[in-house]
């Protein structure tokens, strides 16, 4: 793990860091603890509608949350070429999105936003005042405005990836849980 940059350091120099400190984690067990600790945390419900995220290389892989579940309605992110992040529905044909990720086929079934009761998003590094360090282009970010409010927004990172306090923007908009291989937990 390398050394975390000094408080007002820049958004660019975190994201830095975090990518460097993930390098040497075990995702594979890192992402069981977080699954598991989730799916004890996440009570299934027959109208409930859980946003996930399919795995970028060095991400928590949350596909075994989705197995045996047979109530809740899982949702995953679209990411066009150009324009905003769409919500469809999993359980259909998959595609490799150009950057290499796994993303829900355009023919699934699209999904309104303000339909997630929660929300599980990735991030490179979260603090423990909800704060997220995206990647740098906003995707989720304007994804949440259109959530509800009552929705809850959870953050899915190692514990190794919690940082004190992390560069925030007006736009940003935080989680209210982090979920680490320690469990869910609420923020600052």
Do not use: C
């Not at 998959?94 to 355009?106: A, K």
């Not at 259109?146 to 809850?152: F, L, Q, V």
């Not at 919690?162 to 609420?186: K, N």
């Amino acid at each position: 793990m390398s050394l975390a940059p000094q408080p007002g350091s820049s958004k660019g120099d975190w994201r830095e860091w975090a990518k460097l400190s993930r390098v040497d984690l075990d995702w594979e067990t890192l992402s069981a603890s977080i699954v598991d600790g989730l799916q004890h945390w996440i009570v299934p419900d027959d109208y409930m509608t859980v946003l996930v995220f399919l795995p970028m290389s060095q991400e928590v892989n949350l596909v075994p949350l989705l197995e045996g579940d047979d109530v809740t309605r899982f949702v995953a992110t679209r990411t066009p070429d150009r324009g905003e992040l769409t919500v469809h529905e999993l359980g259909g044909p998959l595609e490799v999105h150009r950057f290499g990720f796994l993303q829900p086929h355009e023919s699934a079934p699209m999904v309104g936003p303000d339909e997630i009761d929660v929300a599980l998003l990735p991030g490179l590094a979260f603090d423990l005042y909800g704060n997220r360090l995206g990647r740098g282009a906003g995707y989720f970010d304007r994804l949440l405005i259109s959530t509800r409010e009552d929705a809850r927004r959870v953050g899915v990172v190692p514990g190794a990836l919690v940082v004190d306090r992390l560069p925030a923007d007006s736009h940003d908009i935080p989680v209210e849980y982090l979920a680490t291989e320690e469990g869910v937990v609420e923020t600052a």
